[in-house]
Every structure is written in structure tokens, then in C-alpha cells.
């Protein structure tokens, strides 16, 4: 083989090498739209179990625990548990709504049940805080049944991605039975309530 044929083989080959090197540099294809992840909206998903204990600022039918000299002031409601189920939508980074139930039992004195289905407004402080607002409607299953009103904010810190603590302050507003004194009693109560939170949020 003559030079000039050697040389131009050589040059053949480089430029094969070449286009084989540019082609495997090239960014690969994106997926087909039936292998890409479906999109969808984001969803965040919470459940917390907590402990409480209230201040019950009436005490119309003397119940027990008064703070003060006056049976009718105020006095500490039970201690109870509280299980919480949560779902909001939104903002990954900002304001989201949605709705919680919270099923509470009392742990000592007279056994009583209730359920609160709540509007949830929630809002991400990062890296690892949540703050939380609710508004609901408290249902007094028994001994004596009773509807109430409550308004709670509380907050959760994330100690890792999926379970944290949190802690929650809860007003409520139940009307009672009359007394000797009153056609009906109002009894507001105050309470602080600490737990731990599970997680979960499913990005789009």
C-alpha cells in the first residue's frame, strides 16, 4: 500500500472514532411520554398521636380539681390522648388547605369520646418546621352528648423526613345544662396538647 493510501485509511479511521466519541457524548433521549413519571398535584398527609391537658375556665357543676378557693372558677379538665388524622394540598413551599379529624379519650376520671372534624391551614418554615391552624366543629360522643367550637394552633419540628414532634395549643367553647343560676352554662377551656407526628408528602 502506498503512503498516501496508508494515510488516507488512518484518517478514515479517526474520523469513525471521532463521530463514534461525539455521539456518545450527546445527552440521551428523554424518556417516551408512556415511561415519563405521571404528573400530578401535591399532597400532604399527616397523622400525630398527642397527650392533653386542659384549664376550664367555668366550672358550673363543681367538678373536681379547682385551682382556686371558688369551685366555679377555674380548674383542670382530664388528661387524654388524641389521635390525629390530616390532609392538605398547596403550596409545596407555602400556604396549603385541607382537613383533619382528631379522636380524643380521656384518660383519667370519667370516660368521655370526642371527635373534631377540623378546616387544616398549614405553611412549611425551613428547613424542618411546620405551623398549622385549625377550626372545628368538637362532638361530645358521651357520657353526654354536646357540640362545641374550636380554634388550635400548634407546630411541628421534623427530626427526620418522615416523623417529628409537635405541640398544639387548642381553645374550645361548650354549652352546658342549665343551673340553679343560669338557663345554660358556657364553659370555655384552654389546653396544651404534645405528641409525635408522622409525615408524608407526595410531590407531583
Do not use: C, K
Not at 440521551?28 to 384549664?55: E, N
Not at 385551682?67 to 403550596?91: C, I, N, Q, V
Not at 382537613?99 to 412549611?124: C, D, K, N, W
Not at 405551623?131 to 388550635?152: H, I, M, Q, S, T
Request: charged share 15%; glycine share 12%; proline share 8%.
Amino acid at each position: 500500500m502506498r503512503v498516501p493510501e496508508r494515510l488516507a485509511a488512518g484518517l478514515s479511521l479517526a474520523l469513525v472514532a471521532l463521530a463514534s466519541v461525539s455521539r456518545a457524548e450527546e445527552p440521551a433521549d428523554p424518556l417516551p411520554a408512556a415511561l415519563a413519571p405521571a404528573g400530578g398535584g401535591y399532597l400532604h398527609l399527616t397523622g400525630a398521636l398527642s397527650v392533653g391537658r386542659g384549664l376550664r375556665f367555668n366550672n358550673p357543676y363543681r367538678l373536681a380539681t379547682p385551682l382556686g378557693e371558688d369551685a366555679e372558677s377555674l380548674s383542670l379538665g382530664a388528661t387524654y390522648l388524641d389521635l390525629a388524622l390530616g390532609a392538605a394540598a398547596g403550596d409545596p413551599d407555602g400556604w396549603q388547605h385541607g382537613g383533619s379529624l382528631h379522636f380524643s379519650v380521656a384518660a383519667q376520671g370519667i370516660p368521655q369520646e370526642v371527635v373534631t372534624p377540623s378546616y387544616l391551614l398549614m405553611h412549611r418554615l425551613p428547613p424542618r418546621y411546620w405551623l398549622f391552624a385549625r377550626a372545628g366543629l368538637p362532638v361530645v360522643l358521651g357520657p353526654d352528648p354536646n357540640l362545641g367550637f374550636e380554634l388550635a394552633l400548634g407546630g411541628s419540628l421534623m427530626v427526620s423526613a418522615g416523623l417529628g414532634v409537635t405541640g398544639e395549643l387548642v381553645g374550645d367553647v361548650f354549652y352546658g345544662a342549665a343551673t340553679q343560676d343560669q338557663a345554660y352554662s358556657v364553659i370555655p377551656m384552654l389546653s396544651l396538647q404534645v405528641g409525635v407526628v408522622v409525615d408524608l408528602e407526595v410531590l407531583p
